[in-house]
């Protein structure tokens, strides 16, 4: 009775209810607890599963876990107390699955060899540990000396638990901790007023035209929602800066590389942003030229895929390029698309589109352009559409999403300090790390 007693008053000290399945001791182990006076109230039920049939009916666990790994496996009682723990509102599962004896089981499995389970929930999460043991004696000693053996080493895994819940969330709150650092690097914010964001961007950009005596606004517009949002920024402050009596004009651009497979939507986009000026240039000749130039001038390409992606990085310098040309030629000053989703997978080509002048969408999360497009009242395709660098000629139209690795949702959320799954965390960060020469000035010496 010791031990009964001890464990009775270890479940109400720590407020904990059990549940049982059980294989071999079919009953005996939520028998013996029933046996302690007051020992009901940390009782939630008890499941005596003999065949595989119930064992899969009363708890999910699936005849492919019994198949490869066999009755008697700590797989099994670990699904037959997920399956206790699911099934149930109790906080802790005990389950074992055995061969007491005295025919041996339909494997070579020992007489006397029990497989436990011990599950527990906490914080939301469920905490699985597990052990084989073989006892000695009659059929009846096993089956006692197993019930036994899961109620005595309850606590102990019960402690584990809680070391590592507690672990859990040290590690939790060491990963919000960096989410939140690096969002505060790229002036991200969890939630943002549309209105007010459009005023203040648009503001800034009339205020920089004044502060630098330039009178052009330039922006390549690509049917994408990133500089559908920026050109209407763009046009709008040009016209404020007009009504203020200063000179000012905005030029989009048209930048296809031979045909655009978009071209609709760059036409949609244009005809929402209503640009003074539109400058179609197509960028194939002068990128393939420049390609051409590199090979014969002595640069070995290894195959298609390598050519694709140099020639990407060539197409979108020499976007900026030809941005630059009119920005020299008008006195202007050259927009960049970049926003704080871009900004944290350094998913842009260094000195092509992620070379600007002035950058009126930085700190906005993908979520958050979208919301401008909305209250700026562009097209809805345009600001649902999928994002494409639309760089690879072998994959046009490429998603952004297949070239990242997660999603721009798990990348909003992670610029929103939400939280995201540990994969996602760690491409993010990884990838974050790896970019940071991108967002950084050239490296000089000390
Ligand atoms: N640690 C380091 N410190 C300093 N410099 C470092 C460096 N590691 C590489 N570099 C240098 O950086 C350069 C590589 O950077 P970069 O030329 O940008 O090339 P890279 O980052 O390799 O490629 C650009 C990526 O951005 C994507 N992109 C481009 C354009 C638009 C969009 C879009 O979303 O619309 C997306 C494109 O699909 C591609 O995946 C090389 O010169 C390399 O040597
Ligand atoms: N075909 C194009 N014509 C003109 N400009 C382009 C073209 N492709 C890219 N750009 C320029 O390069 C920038 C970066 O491209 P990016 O794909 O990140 O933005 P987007 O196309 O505006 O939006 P999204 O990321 O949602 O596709 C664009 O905002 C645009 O200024
Ligand atoms: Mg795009």
Redesign the pocket.
Same mark, same amino acid.
């Given at each position: 009775m010791e031990l009964l007693d001890r464990i009775t008053d270890y479940l109400i000290d720590n407020e904990l209810t059990l549940a049982t399945a059980e294989s071999c001791t079919a009953g005996l182990i939520i028998s013996e607890l029933a046996r302690v006076p007051g020992s009901g109230q940390s009782i939630d039920c008890g499941l005596g599963v003999y065949s595989p049939q119930s064992k899969n009916r009363y708890l999910g666990v699936s005849f492919d876990t019994i198949e490869s790994h066999g009755l008697t496996s700590e797989a099994v009682a670990s699904e037959m107390a997920a399956g206790a723990l699911n099934n149930n509102d109790a906080d802790v599962a005990l389950a074992n699955t055995g061969i007491a004896g005295p025919n041996p089981g339909d494997d070579d499995t020992p007489i006397g060899t029990v497989c436990f389970a011990w599950a527990f929930r906490q914080n939301g999460d469920h905490h699985h540990y597990c052990e084989t043991r073989r006892f000695d004696g009659t059929r009846n000693e096993v089956r006692l000396a197993a019930a036994h053996y899961a109620l005595e080493r309850l606590p102990h895994y019960h402690r584990l638990c809680l070391e590592s819940a507690a672990k859990g969330s040290e590690e939790a709150r060491s990963r919000q901790a960096r989410q939140r650092a690096i969002g505060v690097q790229l002036h991200a914010r969890s939630e943002i007023d549309p209105q007010h964001e459009i005023e203040r961007r648009r503001d800034f950009l009339c205020r920089k035209m004044q502060e630098s005596g330039q009178t052009t606004l330039v922006?390549?517009?690509?049917?994408?929602?990133?500089? =559908?949002v920026?050109g209407r920024l763009a046009q709008l402050a040009v016209e404020k800066r007009r009504e203020q009596g200063g000179q000012a004009r905005f030029i989009a651009?048209?930048?296809?590389?031979g045909v655009?497979q978009d071209a609709d939507d760059?036409d949609k986009a244009l005809d929402f942003i209503q640009p003074d000026d539109v400058f179609d240039v197509n960028i194939q000749g002068a990128s393939d030229t420049l390609l051409e130039s590199l090979v014969s001038g002595g640069l070995t390409i290894e195959d298609a895929g390598q050519r694709d992606f140099v020639l990407g990085n060539i197409k979108?310098r020499q976007?900026m390029v030809a941005q630059y040309a009119v920005a020299g030629a008008r006195g202007g000053l050259v927009i960049g =698309?970049d926003q704080a989703a871009?900004a944290l997978m350094g998913?842009?080509t260094k000195y092509g589109?992620g070379a600007c002048d002035v950058a009126p969408l930085t700190g906005l999360n993908?979520r958050q352009v979208r919301q401008l497009g909305m209250q700026l009242g562009a097209p809805k395709a345009l600001v649902t559409?999928a994002?494409?660098?639309?760089l690879e000629s072998l994959a046009p139209q490429k998603l952004?999403e297949e070239a990242l690795g997660v999603s721009y949702e798990e990348i909003d959320a992670f610029l929103e300090n939400r939280e995201v799954s540990s994969q996602a965390f760690e491409t993010i960060v990884t990838t974050y790390r790896r970019t940071a020469h991108k967002r950084d000035l050239p490296i000089v010496p000390d």
């Open positions: 922006l390549g517009i690509s049917g994408g929602v990133d500089s =559908t920026a651009m048209r930048l296809p590389y655009q760059a979108a976007r =698309t871009e998913f842009f589109d993908k559409k994002p494409t660098a639309d952004d």
